[in-house]
T-cell receptor, first 116, second 115 residues
């Protein structure tokens, strides 16, 4: 079965500093990996995905993620954090079965707080 | 282009009651997935509907059931509500086919409180 782990429940960073939100994965086969963001009392918004190709994936709002096969990681990064980046971030992996149905398996989430 | 829409946004029920939540997928999408997100947790997969059939199911009891209509919209029904069913219920849509890379588009959710 596919799974992801987010080892940090909370990440604090000062505004203007680089940020990293960690994610590791466990899959059979090639991984399809995703990052989503959730603001309070809202649904999930897609940030970026890795399917194949370049290990550095660029996404929305200046975020990027680095796929590392040897370390089975897919960390989310941003060079300069904004206060408005404060939110809950979820890493996810595509989970599919022999019928062709597929869904996303989510991590437990990391709360990012950017301090002014 | 309308995104995924869900209704109602908030509702309060008592234990033992039944609830129906509704979802309209993003235009051009034919697959609907439902997730339960308890407070402080990540979304948990309930089930997925495609071509009006349940295609995949997560680890949820039979009290959770669903339906998909010919226009691709979907309902989630929960019977015999328990306090533990209090959560944000998220609907997500996607499109089947070879171009599907697994990305899901989410609605804003329906916040269910069971008293």
């Amino acid at each position: 079965a596919q799974s992801v782990a987010q080892p940090e429940d909370q990440v604090n960073v000062a505004e203007g500093n680089p940020l990293t939100v960690k994610c590791t994965y466990s899959v059979s086969g090639n991984p399809y990996l995703f990052w989503y963001v959730q603001y309070p009392n809202r649904g999930l918004q897609f940030l970026l995905k890795y399917i194949t190709g370049d290990n550095l994936v660029k996404g929305s709002y200046g975020f990027e993620a680095e796929f590392n096969k040897s370390q089975t990681s897919f960390h989310l990064k941003k060079p300069s954090a904004l206060v408005s980046d404060s939110a809950l971030y979820f890493c996810a992996v595509r989970d599919y079965d022999q019928t062709g149905a597929n869904n996303l398996f989510f991590g437990t989430g990391t709360r990012l707080t950017v301090i002014p | 282009d309308a995104g995924v829409t869900q209704s109602p946004t908030h509702l309060i029920k008592t234990r033992g009651q039944q609830v129906t939540l509704r979802c309209s997928p993003k235009s051009g999408h034919d697959t609907v997935s439902w997730y339960q997100q308890a407070l402080g947790q990540g979304p948990q997969f309930i089930f997925q509907y495609y071509e009006e059939e349940e295609r995949q199911r997560g680890n949820f009891p039979d009290r959770f059931s669903g339906h998909q209509f010919p226009n691709y919209s979907s309902e989630l029904n929960v019977n015999a509500l328990l306090l533990g069913d209090s959560a944000l219920y998220l609907c997500a849509s996607s499109r089947q086919g070879r171009r599907n890379t697994g990305e899901l588009f989410f609605g804003e959710g329906s916040r269910l409180t069971v008293l």
